[in-house]
């Protein structure tokens, strides 16, 4: 009688054949990747967005930072592997669909799943380690420009003064660090639940 229980699902009260744990699989994969997926969007626009402008002010600006660029460029790596880290997701939800099927046949390996949140979580290190080195570059650039002025002077070379441009960079790069966070912690919470 227990068993029968155990093999109907809650809401539909119909009999399943899927076993109860592969269920459980299913709804946290499904769930940890919807969540993970409109998380990374979210924050990784706002990541963009901010790129963009700093890319555009680079562009068009006179009174550039000198090496600023390396840091633009590593914002940029960033986000084409947080790109990558927003697909992990999608296809962690496309394996929590494939586990609600009858057919065993179609159900992806225990292996082979965590075998791909393993990936995930190193598209999302990386991500994110590209995006520190920006960050401590960009923000090492903006300090030292900001010492080079003694306190209580006036500036008159405009390369001296911290513009726009050098901040957007800095949050560019902390928004792409947020994003690959959140992809980081939704991978090792995966990784924690379903390696068990």
């Given at each position: 009688m227990s068993r029968d229980?155990?093999?109907?699902?809650?809401?539909?009260?119909?009999?399943?054949?899927?076993?109860q744990?592969?269920?459980?699989?299913?709804?946290?994969l499904t769930t940890i990747g919807y969540l993970g997926f409109w998380i990374q969007i979210v924050v990784g626009a706002f990541a963009i967005v901010t790129f963009l402008f700093a890319s555009l002010g680079l562009s068009f600006g006179q009174d550039r930072t000198r090496g600023i660029e390396g840091g633009i460029l590593?914002?940029?790596?960033?986000?084409?592997?947080?790109?990558?880290?927003i697909y992990f997701s999608i296809r962690y939800r496309q394996i929590g669909n494939q586990l609600?099927?009858?057919?065993?046949?179609?159900?992806?390996?225990?292996?082979?799943?965590?075998?791909?949140?393993?990936?995930?979580?190193?598209?999302?290190?990386?991500?994110?380690?590209?995006?520190?080195?920006?960050?401590?570059a960009i923000g090492g650039i903006v300090l030292a420009k900001s010492l080079s002025i003694a306190q209580g002077t006036l500036a008159t070379n405009p390369k001296q003064l911290v513009t726009s441009i050098d901040l957007l960079a800095?949050?560019?790069n902390?928004?792409?660090?947020?994003?690959?966070?959140?992809?980081?912690?939704?991978?090792?919470w995966l990784l924690d639940r379903l390696d068990k």
């Open positions: 229980r155990d093999m109907r699902e809650p809401e539909s009260g119909l009999v399943s054949s899927v076993p744990a592969v269920l459980r699989a299913s709804a946290k590593s914002a940029f790596i960033s986000l084409i592997l947080l790109g990558v880290a609600q099927k009858v057919e065993a046949a179609s159900h992806p390996r225990k292996a082979d799943i965590l075998k791909f949140i393993r990936w995930g979580i190193i598209v999302n290190l990386a991500g994110m380690g590209m995006a520190i080195i920006g960050a401590a800095v949050q560019a902390t928004n792409t660090i947020i994003a690959h966070f959140t992809g980081l912690v939704s991978s090792l």
